[in-house]
Nanobody
């Protein structure tokens, strides 16, 4: 049973930083795609950053390039999202997601992922 457990959300002032963590509690293929998505009230869920755990290739939304960094600790089965220079428009519920196979095309499209965490709230004021 695949579970994704997020942590690290919270409230921060603009310009601040947060680090989100996503623990994968089940064994999946070494070659999988994991990442972060977010959804603000009244908005659609959007891709933020994803990583192919086999190759380490990363994918970012234009809105977060240069500010957010996704990384992984394979031994700990954990993916991280370091968020710097946070802006009020980054406020959203952040979800961790996973699927088998490398990220490749459509890496930031939510419908391509079949495993989801419960979400962690990030509020930037």
């Amino acid at each position: 049973h695949v579970q994704l457990v997020e942590s690290g959300g919270g409230s921060v002032q603009a310009g601040g930083s947060l680090r989100l963590s996503c623990l994968l509690t089940a064994i999946m293929s070494k070659h999988k795609c994991m990442g972060w998505f977010r959804q603000a009230p009244g908005a659609e869920r959007e891709g933020v950053a994803t990583i192919s755990t086999g190759s380490g290739s990363t994918y970012y939304a234009d809105s977060v390039k240069g500010r957010f960094t996704i990384s992984q600790d394979n031994a700990a089965n954990t993916v991280y999202l370091q968020m710097n220079s946070l802006k009020p428009e980054d406020t959203a519920m952040y979800y961790c997601a996973a699927r088998t196979g490398s990220c490749g095309g459509y890496a930031l499209v939510p419908s391509n992922y079949n495993y989801w965490g419960q979400g962690t709230q990030v509020t930037v004021s």
